[in-house]
């Protein structure tokens, strides 16, 4: 195995019950990569997470993260890796800095006073240090969360939609702060539901009824899905909408605003179903545009998945 | 393989026996912070033993008066009248009828019509004054030992002053200790008697069982139900660390009962303590720890809070009932008596009792030091194997 890849897990298999929740995972991470993680609702990206970091224990399949075994050495892996809950995991009743105190200790950290004041500097949360963490508005809190999955300084970040409900500024921030890691060598994974995030990632694994549909490096995904897309804009739209839901080549119509974006994979067809909206609707502009991730997740979500890989 | 980073050095332990003081300390002063916080239970802890004490001492300390008593006289001489006259002056029996014969005396002690039989058999007076010491019988409903235990108390009282005026001239041999008459008391229902002295030593296990099991017996459920299992489980702590830091802390607690209790035993009830302080020390540190791994099991068990309540409920019933503090051990069926023996406060009971009333030291509780120690010992082990250390 090679020492420069940090997650390599193959066959991972989980069920509840009966139901398969995931299903078959590969997953190979190298160091230092930011790896989004994506995937509609319910789809297995939490569940793959915490097999990964040893908090469910695979049903079949094998692995090594960080070089220690998935199966049989995950207080090692635990130890080097900084996993970040989707849910709030840290203690409501203990303040902010007895969260961070209480983590540092876990984990058996030296200067672990002048840690935890770096952590609470960094944070801006110095001030409130003696706040109780359960008081903390929701993206506080996520914030916080984020400080004590990092004050142990892991190689590996795990980190579950760390930026649900933070605000624009603090998500700018934290995906600084993520390039910085990684260019110091830390590996991270990352699930999101944000576009935006996404396309911050070197590559992304997106996942669909805990099947692994795509694997590939951020920049290749437009094309590999290779779907076209056209601007609509003016007006009426809400009718131009309706006759393009109902056009054969139209695979995605998805509202921007005062704007409208027609997608589909056979672009002569889309082409076709378009021009024919601006016939009827005469006012509307049409304008012919690059995909966007955004166009091509809602098109993988909407369950148009059956044709590739 | 890359060989750069070391391994585990040293012994190789199972994992889940790993062992850092630093991880058990964070887990430690994690306890203590949310139990200071936690202001409501951390006074019930305080609060119970306290309540408990005044309820059962209110109890203790009634001076049951005016309690139906029937006397069965097989015997009319002046002495015998003597006694019945300061039976019926007396505020502590009423006695409700003087039965002819043994038949109608029992019916009326089963029915409850009267909690007592004085019984004065035939020729009583003959063979007093013949230095035969013949026997005045008093059968109690004990199954309430403290209105019993008053009572016996005063019949004595009673039967030596009426007697005394009695034995004096001729008499006057009768005058002299011991008394020229046996009462011989028979407890009905409640043969071992609780008494008083009895009931405040064994509060002291049934305080410690309630709240030690309860407040552990959610450690872990709480943490998984308010979703903080998952960052304490995404750390490299282990089992064996998790239990000793959870339950550590409310060792504390049982130590400010044991005190109060202690305190109270001595000041309010007046009961000596007879035996070795120290062997009550290491019997109660062993009680202790006992109930905390009880409560640490149902815990691991448990899903839910209200689960590992119902789970603890389970756990008082028989270590009120088959312990031998409701009922006599001994006079238990063999497997009520089986249940008992797996129980810790049974034996606490035990060695409590010898300690504080019969003057036992450590030789003298052996015998039940060493199933405690087994108990807590099968316990630990059960929860440490129990633990999930995922979240499956
Ligand atoms: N402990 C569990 N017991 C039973 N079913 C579970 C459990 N955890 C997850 N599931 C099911 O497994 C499926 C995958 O859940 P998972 O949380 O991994 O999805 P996800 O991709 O993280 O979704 P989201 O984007 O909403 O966070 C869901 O259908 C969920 O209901
Ligand atoms: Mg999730």
Not at chain 1, 276 to 300: C, M, N, S, T, W
Not at chain 2, 60 to 83: C, K, Q, S, W, Y
Request: overall charge neutral; glycine content about 8%; proline content about 5%.
């Amino acid at each position: 195995m090679s020492d420069d890849i940090v997650i390599d897990v193959r066959g991972l298999t989980k069920s509840f019950g009966d139901r398969k929740v995931v299903d078959d995972f590969d997953l190979k991470v190298p160091r230092g990569a930011i790896y989004g993680f994506l995937g509609p609702n319910g789809s297995g990206k939490t569940t793959t997470i915490r097999m990964v970091c040893g908090l469910l224990k695979p049903e079949s399949g094998a692995g090594e993260v960080l070089g220690f075994d998935v199966l049989t050495e995950s207080p090692r892996i635990k130890e080097r890796v900084g996993y970040m809950t989707q849910k709030f995991s840290l203690y409501e009743d203990l303040s902010i800095r007895e969260n961070l105190e209480f983590i540092a200790r876990l984990y058996g950290l030296d200067r672990r006073a002048e840690r935890v004041d770096q952590a609470l500097v960094d944070l801006g949360l110095a001030e409130r240090q003696g706040q109780l963490a359960g008081k903390l508005s929701g993206g506080w809190k996520q914030r916080l969360a984020l400080a004590a999955c990092m004050i142990h300084e892991p190689e590996l970040l795990l980190l579950d939609e760390p930026t649900a409900g933070v605000d624009p500024k603090a998500r700018r921030d934290f995906w600084d702060q993520i390039r910085r890691y990684s260019a110091q060598g830390v590996t991270t994974l990352v699930s999101t539901h944000y576009m935006d995030e996404a396309v911050q990632c070197d590559s992304i694994a997106y996942i669909a009824y805990g099947k692994k549909l795509i694997d590939s490096p951020t920049a290749d995904i437009p094309s590999r899905i290779g779907l076209s897309c056209w601007r609509i804009a003016g007006r009426p739209l809400m009718q131009a909408q309706e006759l393009l839901e109902q056009s054969k080549g139209v695979d995605l119509v998805a509202r921007f605003g005062a704007e409208m974006h027609a997608c589909g994979k056979d672009a002569a067809a889309l082409e076709r179903a378009v021009r024919a909206v601006k016939q009827a609707q005469p006012h509307v502009d049409i304008e012919r545009i690059e995909a966007g991730f955004e166009e091509i997740f809602i098109y993988l979500m909407s369950g148009s998945i059956d044709n590739f890989q | 393989m890359s060989e750069s980073r070391p391994r585990t050095a040293g012994l190789k332990l199972p994992s889940f026996l790993e062992l850092s003081w630093s991880r058990v300390f964070a887990v430690f002063l994690k306890e203590l912070v949310q139990m200071r916080r936690d202001r409501p239970t951390f006074a019930i802890m305080i609060m119970m033993p306290i309540m408990q004490l005044l309820l059962f001492g209110y109890a203790i300390n009634t001076d049951p008066r005016h309690l139906p008593a029937v006397v069965e006289l097989r015997e009319d001489g002046p002495m015998t009248r003597a006694f019945l006259a300061s039976l019926h002056a007396s505020t502590y029996i009423d006695i409700v009828a003087i039965a002819r014969g043994p038949d109608e005396a029992e019916a009326m002690l089963r029915s409850g019509e009267a909690t007592f039989l004085i019984s004065i058999p035939q020729g009583f007076e003959r063979r007093l004054v013949r230095g035969e010491r013949p026997q005045l019988l008093i059968a109690a409903d004990a199954s309430d030992p403290v209105a019993a235990g008053g009572v016996i108390g005063a019949v004595e009282r009673i039967a030596q002053s009426a007697f005394a005026p009695e034995f004096q001239g001729a008499l006057s041999y009768l005058a002299r200790p011991p008394p020229p008459y046996e009462i011989v008391v028979h407890r009905r229902y409640n043969p071992a008697g609780v008494s008083a002295f009895n009931i405040v030593p064994a509060l002291l296990g049934v305080i410690l069982t309630m709240t030690m099991v309860m407040i552990t017996s959610i450690a872990l459920t709480r943490e998984s139900e308010r979703g903080t299992m998952e960052t304490l489980l995404a750390t490299p702590i282990s089992p064996l660390e998790v239990m000793i830091g959870k339950t550590t802390p409310y060792i504390g607690v049982g130590a400010i009962q044991v005190a109060i209790v202690l305190v109270a035993a001595a000041l309010l009830f007046r009961i000596p303590f007879a035996g070795s302080f120290l062997a009550f020390l290491v019997a109660v540190t062993l009680f202790i720890f006992a109930n905390l791994m009880l409560g640490y099991l149902i815990s691991t068990a448990a899903r839910t809070q209200l689960q590992a309540m119902q789970m603890t409920f389970f756990i008082f019933l028989p270590s009120i009932l088959l312990s031998g503090f409701m009922f006599p051990f001994r006079a238990m069926p063999d497997w009520a008596q089986a249940i008992g023996t797996a129980l810790p406060i049974t034996h606490f009971l035990r060695i409590v009792r010898e300690i504080m009333l019969k003057g036992a030291g450590f030789a003298d509780i052996v015998g039940d030091l060493l199933p405690l120690t087994v108990i807590l010992l099968t316990l630990a082990t059960l929860a440490l194997l129990r633990f999930r250390r995922t979240l499956d």
